[in-house]
């Protein structure tokens, strides 16, 4: 009669801002792989995401997530920047 018990409960989460594991730690981010690393999916739980005004990735429009992710690469786009 035990066999769902370990199913049950959101899973922890590696939180980025504050470095710690939390069950309340969601996608914010993604960025695109920088300088040859991999991309990196950050996360953010609860109280982070509150104290640093982040959004969840999965809450935005297309459109809000296309302008996040030009702000997030923006640093390290130098080259075909229109003016
Ligand atoms: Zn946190």
Known sequence: MD???SAAGP????????????TTARL????????GGGAADLYAC???RERHGLTP???LTTD???T???EAV???LHLGRAS
């Not at 899973?11 to 939390?22: K, P, V």
């Not at 914010?28 to 920088?34: D, N, Q, S």
Request: aromatic share 10%.
């Open 3 to 5: 066999t769902r018990t």
């Open 11 to 22: 899973a922890e989460r590696l939180c980025h801002w504050h470095s710690g594991t939390s």
């Open 28 to 35: 914010v981010a993604t960025y695109p792989p920088v300088s």
């Open 46 to 48: 609860a109280d982070c």
């Open 57 to 59: 990735i999965d809450t």
């Open 64 to 66: 809000e997530l296309y």
């Open 68 to 70: 996040h992710l030009r």
């Open 74 to 76: 923006a640093p390290y």
